[in-house]
């Protein structure tokens, strides 16, 4: 009996030992885990790739059939946010569309800088300072995004990389061809985002 007393005397400090030990391992697969997150972050994470049709409907007096085309928009993570409210972020756009004036085809091309304003993921507006045809110019775009549309619909938790955003989207140039008068188009605008 008293042998049995004194390996219980030894087991009473023996197992304090052991589940301090497997507390710390429990602690270090944390701390493993934790690490192995921050390196799954893609280094393009934060940007947008977004690619843009405008069926035209109103155009200025350069244009005979008002021009068809896509625009390609580059956003960055950069910019400014407030709590989800108010989100401002740069970006660049390039695009190609083809017109024509009294049968003579011409494609002004679009390159730009900018930058997207967001309001509560669902009100946007997007600026482009842009090379537009032969002249300097403006590109315009500003609707609203589904990102809030599926967000009330509580489809949210599908977390899909996809957002389309529809409005009206608009070019001026202040030469649309070399030695021709400033001119605009317009339109529907329909655009569908990737996010990396």
Do not use: C
């Given at each position: ?8 005397k ?10 301090i ?6 602690e270090?697969?944390e701390e493993v885990?934790?690490?192995e997150?921050?390196e ?15 069926p ?10 008002i ?7 580059l ?14 972020t ?5 695009g190609?569309y083809?017109g024509?004036f009294?049968?003579?085809d011409?494609?002004?091309s ?8 967001t ?23 500003a ?5 809030f549309?599926?967000?009330?619909l509580k ?11 529809v409005g009206?989207?608009?070019?001026i ?19 569908l985002?990737y996010?990396f």
């Amino acid at each position: 009996m008293k042998s049995n007393y004194k390996n219980l005397k030894y087991l009473v400090f023996i197992l304090p030992l052991f589940f301090i030990s497997l507390n710390a391992q429990d602690e270090a697969v944390e701390e493993v885990e934790a690490v192995e997150e921050v390196e799954a972050v893609s280094p393009l994470a934060g940007f947008s790739i977004g690619l843009a049709s405008t069926p035209g409907l109103v155009s200025g007096e350069t244009f005979t059939d008002i021009p068809v085309g896509f625009s390609v928009v580059l956003t960055t993570p950069y910019g400014i946010s407030l709590e989800n409210a108010f989100d401002f972020t740069f970006s660049v756009v390039f695009g190609q569309y083809s017109g024509n004036f009294e049968g003579a085809d011409f494609s002004p091309s679009i390159l730009g800088v900018g930058g997207n304003l967001t309001i509560k993921d669902f009100i946007f507006a997007e600026g482009h300072l842009s090379n537009i045809g032969a002249g300097l110019g403006m590109r315009g775009f500003a609707g609203v995004s589904s990102g809030f549309i599926m967000e009330k619909l509580k489809k949210s938790d599908l977390n899909l990389p996809f957002n389309l955003l529809v409005g009206g989207e608009g070019f001026i140039s202040s030469e649309m061809v070399e030695g021709s008068n400033p001119s605009f188009w317009g339109g529907l605008g329909v655009r569908l985002d990737y996010n990396f």
